[in-house]
């Protein structure tokens, strides 16, 4: 099929202009490549995970292991993707304030001003899909074979209603998964096509 830059061009879904670094409450959908149901399945409206579904769980934590400033909140795994709930949080200040930390010794020692960069909502998702990636294609034997889908889906939570909403969604996902819009049978919707 011939380039069409009125069908090919790659639209940023982000909101312009906005601090992905900013702290706050992000709603995550990350899909697998073509939607392929491979994360697990729903049994009697429960998940039940795959070896490469593990894998998935065990990355999204990871997260939260690896980033001092990420916090998770509701989140799961479905058969071909996964929502889940990602807060930013302020790091408290690294010392009192004094310019100086103990490091072990009997006597304060001067430091210096130690910021941590936060990565940026994209750049968690990134780091996410590498960790998993890689432990996938290990397992299956398979180097750098893509396993997500390019991109992801997010929507800044702006209240506690509307994160309470998310939450309810995310905990009944798994049993309402025959009229999920990523279901492999669901009709042709903006989440299923391309």
């Known amino acids: 099929m011939p380039y069409d830059p009125h069908k090919h061009h790659r ?16 709603f995550v959908t990350i899909c697998v490549q ?8 729903v049994i009697n409206g429960e998940m039940v995970l795959s070896p490469i579904g593990q894998i998935v769980a065990d990355a999204w934590c990871w997260l939260a292991e690896q980033y001092d400033y990420v916090m998770l909140g509701a989140w799961t795994v ?7 709930l990602l807060m930013l949080v302020d790091l408290p200040a ?9 490091r072990g010794a009997s006597r304060r020692a001067p430091t ?3 910021s941590v960069k936060v990565k940026s909502l994209g750049q968690l998702v ?5 960790v998993s990636t890689k432990a996938i294609n290990k397992l299956q034997e398979t180097p750098g074979t893509r396993f997500w889908q390019r991109n992801y889906y997010e929507r800044i939570v702006r209240n506690e209603r509307e994160q309470r909403a998310i939450e ?3 905990y009944n996902n798994p049993a309402t998964w025959p009229e999920d819009k990523l279901h492999p049978d669901a009709p042709p919707n903006r989440f299923n096509q391309g």
Request: net charge positive.
């Open 94 to 102: 690294l010392d009192s304030g004094t310019g100086t930390s103990r």
């Open 78 to 84: 479905m058969p071909n993707h996964l929502h889940g």
């Open 126 to 130: 990134g780091a996410f899909k590498t």
């Open 11 to 26: 639209r940023s879904i982000r909101l312009k202009g906005y601090d992905y670094t900013t702290s706050g409450i992000y």
């Open 34 to 41: 073509n939607r392929h149901c491979v994360l697990g399945e």
């Open 112 to 114: 210096t001003d130690v």
């Open 168 to 170: 309810q969604y995310i």
